[in-house]
């Protein structure tokens, strides 16, 4: 059975966000003081074929802890839909 993994990668809380100071700064110019605060992330869609909801979810784990975030600097969640 396949399943679609939404995958959201972001960065620690710890760690500075340059291109979320600049996009929120950008917006301030633009007018909208009501911007506190930005934080900038990545969103990636994983098709993976497996036999069960928990071996897709070992899968995502797996991939996102070897290749698609940087444990370091960032947090991964995902959610795991199954494709007919």
């Not at 100071?21 to 098709?47: D, F, P, W």
């Not at 497996?50 to 600097?73: F, H, W, Y």
């Amino acid at each position: 059975m396949a399943y679609k993994a939404k995958i959201r990668v972001t960065l620690r809380p710890s760690i500075l966000d340059v291109q979320g100071k600049a996009a929120q700064h950008a917006l301030r110019n633009l007018g909208y003081s009501s911007v506190e605060s930005v934080r900038i992330g990545k969103y990636m869609e994983v098709t993976i074929d497996e036999s069960s909801n928990d071996e897709a979810g070992r899968v995502c784990t797996e991939i996102c802890q070897k290749l698609l975030s940087n444990p370091v600097m960032e947090d991964f969640t995902f959610e795991l839909e199954p494709l007919n």
